[in-house]
């Protein structure tokens, strides 16, 4: 009865389903269930400290939360070295995602990305009516900044940047991205997303917070869910100048962070021994997941996050519906397949499962 009123990106967006597909191989005989390696999110738990607090504010739910969410930027301004005023707290960071798409496509604006990417970006441009255009990444599925350039036109508004990309889990040149921020004329914005910063390893590597100022036209987009384990909690940030963030603020009239989470996000940013735990785990995840598929001829992305892109020289739904057949789900729908680190014990039965597939699928080939 409404179907002539929706609207029509409401018509035409698919649903978003963590790439699950529409159906699933049954379980081989013995499985039950299968180990999430599709979503990216925290394997160790959440932050104890989060934990704790989001239990003990269960209580006092009663009362609205503070809508400035005031604590926790302060926090995050130190955090980060930044003042509140740069900061908006956002029911994850897909709703910052979503009021920078607001706030800035235009019907018929032109919106840039580096794809493979997060496919949200596509959804953004496309409800505000906006024209993606693609750059693809280059060979090392690193942005091709020069091109990224070229590609810019004076109805470019954004640029979307995953640093460090999801799904190809690379990091581009840190300096090569400041220079192309600073580059890029003033009628568009460069958004980088660092959803997966925290598992960059290297010391020196620079986020883009830090070249946050009143001169440019930067937001920077970051999560709870990832590194404190917080997924379920819904609570991410975008981190700009004070104008920008003072626009973002009254399109975000309808703030709904809830107390529970907000509360556990102020533990969460204390909580330096989860923080360091998480990254140690993810790293020893992601040498022994890198080791295991390199030796079994496959082609490995370096990876600055908690997931792994690879190409297992077979067709990457192949791959992930038979794995799920042994209890493991990963993303088989990206142009290779993404698996998300694990704790060790299901990095072990990942990894079984895939040898037990390259011997079947070389023995079908043959
Ligand atoms: C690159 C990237 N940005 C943003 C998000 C969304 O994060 P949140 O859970 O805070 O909405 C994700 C989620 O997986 C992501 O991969």
Known sequence: MVNNIVSEFVKSAPPYNFGIGDTHKPFRPGITSAIEMHKNENPFGVSPKAAAAMLNACGRSNRYPDITALKLRKKLAILHN????????TQGATSALAFIGDMFIKPGSEVIVAPPTYP???????KNNGKIVEVPVGSDYRPDFEKMYDAVTDTTRLIFLCNPNNPTGTICDDKKLIEFIHKVPEHLVVVVDEAYFEFIDKPDYQSMISQISD???????????????????????AISNREIIGYLNTDAVGFCCN????????????????VEYTISHNKEGRDYLTREMENLGFNVWPSGTNFIFFDAKMP????ADELYTYGVNIRGDFPMCRISIGTMEQNRIAVAAMKEIVK????EVR
Do not use: C, Q
């Open 316 to 319: 990457p739904k192949y791959m």
């Open 259 to 274: 107390r529970v989470a907000l509360e556990g996000a102020e533990a969460a940013v204390d909580d330096k021994d989860f």
């Open 215 to 237: 001169n440019l036209n930067l937001i920077v987009v970051k999560t709870f869910s990832k590194i404190y384990g917080m997924a379920g909690s819904r609570l991410g940030y």
């Open 82 to 89: 930044v003042t509140p005023e740069n900061i908006l707290v």
């Open 120 to 126: 949200n970006y596509y959804n953004i441009t496309k």
């Open 360 to 363: 079947n699928y070389k023995s």
